[in-house]
């Protein structure tokens, strides 16, 4: 019997929908954790939940700890499908648990805790399911590029204020080289021990010895204020050319000839934005990789064209110019909006062909299958 946790994520109706299909008895538990590395509260439910049934498997989309430990302690198997780069966790040292089976949608981060000893680690492209958005009708939000998502407005201008000037320059260079990087992340390589001691002695001086940040939090941070000025440059260049619709519950008074929708809802409104809007722009955030991200199947799934920047697992699977878009730079991206603006036609067909790639190749009944014949091996 499998226990399938689910909480405020994506791609779970598309998970039910497989192991119906595949006939395979689960349960559902559904709650929402405060925090996914403490909390015992739900620790509690959880684990009286699990030793009250005759449970093999726990599923979940993204990696908790706290499940990880109580599946630990009663034997059974964790499966885990994660769409989040970077983990969104504090106790990196729960992935070695035992009982684990982490399946990562971007090959260079399954790659890197495979090699940091997660014998857990695994890597599987994520999935989409045309039927979950099917029954969404089309509404009036035409325009000609809408971009649904986060403008990642990070902190990184609040931490600026307790650096000195030497150390803020330091940390444009990094912003600047990962600008210029397609399809790569650089900014954990970029940013030593030496440059994190240098950037935390000012914090220290600043707040009398109270704040400094670590590694992964100054790296998630960059990441966070490099993929938002790339959005805002994008978006702030195309409404200048044309009718760019936001849907984000960021705002930005910058940005003052484009349309802001307010959030879409992901099983609501989501899947009309993406079928009404000409072309959908996805600027992936830049600590993912290699991975294809959700944002990009989910479009494809519910028949939309889109336009994205490459991502080399993307290529494994799809053909620019035939069932996606791919824009290598700021300058082919504009031009590749122009272009295929004026291409109805091409781009109807570029939609279609993804469309079909997506329901022949990334279903979640295969990816249902697949995870748990890896967790059944052992």
Request: hydrophobic share 40%.
């Given at each position: 019997m499998i226990l399938f946790y689910q909480w405020n994520a994506f791609m779970q109706r598309g998970m039910e929908n497989a192991l119906k299909r595949l006939n395979i008895e689960y349960e559902v538990y559904?709650?929402?954790?405060?925090?996914?590395?403490?909390?015992?509260?739900?620790?509690?439910?959880?684990?009286?939940?699990?030793?009250?049934?005759?449970?093999?498997?726990?599923?979940?989309?993204?990696?908790?700890?706290?499940?990880?430990?109580?599946?630990?302690?009663?034997?059974?198997?964790?499966?885990?499908?994660?769409?989040?780069?970077?983990?969104?966790i504090r106790r990196l040292d729960t992935l070695k648990n035992k009982c684990n089976y982490i399946f990562f949608f971007d090959r260079a981060q399954a790659d890197y805790y495979l090699a940091d000893g997660v014998t857990g680690a695994r890597h599987l492209a994520l999935a989409a399911d045309p039927d979950v958005f099917a029954g969404v009708n089309t509404g009036t939000y035409d325009c000609d590029?809408?971009?649904?998502?986060?403008?990642?407005?990070?902190?990184?201008?609040?931490?600026?204020?307790?650096l000195s000037l030497y150390s803020r320059g330091y940390l444009e260079g990094i912003i600047a080289a990962q600008s210029q990087i397609n399809g790569g992340y650089i900014i954990d390589e970029m940013l030593t021990a030496d440059?994190?001691?240098?950037?935390?002695?000012?914090?220290?001086?600043?707040?009398?010895?109270?704040?400094?940040?670590?590694?992964?939090?100054?790296?998630?941070?960059?990441?966070k204020e490099t993929t938002g000025r790339q959005r805002y440059t994008?978006?702030?260049?195309?409404?200048?050319?044309?009718?760019?619709?936001?849907?984000?519950?960021?705002?930005?008074?910058?940005?003052?000839?484009?349309?802001?929708?307010?959030y879409a809802d992901y099983y609501d409104k989501m899947p009309a934005v993406f079928r009404s809007s000409k072309i959908n722009l996805n600027i992936s955030l830049c600590t993912i990789q290699t991975g294809i991200p959700l944002r990009v199947l989910d479009i494809m799934a519910c028949g939309g064209f889109v336009l994205t920047n490459m991502q080399p697992e993307l290529m494994e699977y799809f053909i620019p110019g035939e069932d996606v878009a791919v824009y290598e730079d700021m300058k082919d991206m504009i031009a590749k909006v122009q272009f295929y603006l004026e291409h109805e036609e091409l781009r109807k067909r570029i939609a279609h062909n993804g469309y079909l790639k997506v329901c022949e190749m990334f279903r979640f009944d295969d990816r249902i299958k697949y995870m748990l014949e890896i967790a059944d091996e052992k």
């Amino acid at each position: 019997m499998i226990l399938f946790y689910q909480w405020n994520a994506f791609m779970q109706r598309g998970m039910e929908n497989a192991l119906k299909r595949l006939n395979i008895e689960y349960e559902v538990y559904y709650d929402c954790a405060r925090d996914w590395d403490s909390d015992n509260e739900f620790a509690d439910k959880f684990r009286k939940r699990i030793t009250a049934g005759i449970y093999d498997v726990v599923i979940s989309v993204n990696f908790m700890p706290v499940i990880s430990d109580i599946c630990n302690d009663c034997s059974v198997k964790y499966v885990s499908w994660v769409y989040d780069s970077p983990l969104h966790i504090r106790r990196l040292d729960t992935l070695k648990n035992k009982c684990n089976y982490i399946f990562f949608f971007d090959r260079a981060q399954a790659d890197y805790y495979l090699a940091d000893g997660v014998t857990g680690a695994r890597h599987l492209a994520l999935a989409a399911d045309p039927d979950v958005f099917a029954g969404v009708n089309t509404g009036t939000y035409d325009c000609d590029v809408a971009f649904l998502g986060q403008l990642y407005k990070s902190e990184y201008q609040d931490l600026c204020r307790g650096l000195s000037l030497y150390s803020r320059g330091y940390l444009e260079g990094i912003i600047a080289a990962q600008s210029q990087i397609n399809g790569g992340y650089i900014i954990d390589e970029m940013l030593t021990a030496d440059t994190l001691g240098l950037v935390n002695a000012d914090f220290l001086k600043a707040s009398k010895g109270r704040f400094s940040v670590t590694g992964r939090e100054l790296s998630y941070t960059l990441a966070k204020e490099t993929t938002g000025r790339q959005r805002y440059t994008a978006l702030a260049l195309l409404s200048d050319r044309c009718r760019v619709n936001v849907y984000s519950n960021d705002m930005d008074g910058r940005l003052e000839k484009a349309s802001f929708c307010g959030y879409a809802d992901y099983y609501d409104k989501m899947p009309a934005v993406f079928r009404s809007s000409k072309i959908n722009l996805n600027i992936s955030l830049c600590t993912i990789q290699t991975g294809i991200p959700l944002r990009v199947l989910d479009i494809m799934a519910c028949g939309g064209f889109v336009l994205t920047n490459m991502q080399p697992e993307l290529m494994e699977y799809f053909i620019p110019g035939e069932d996606v878009a791919v824009y290598e730079d700021m300058k082919d991206m504009i031009a590749k909006v122009q272009f295929y603006l004026e291409h109805e036609e091409l781009r109807k067909r570029i939609a279609h062909n993804g469309y079909l790639k997506v329901c022949e190749m990334f279903r979640f009944d295969d990816r249902i299958k697949y995870m748990l014949e890896i967790a059944d091996e052992k």
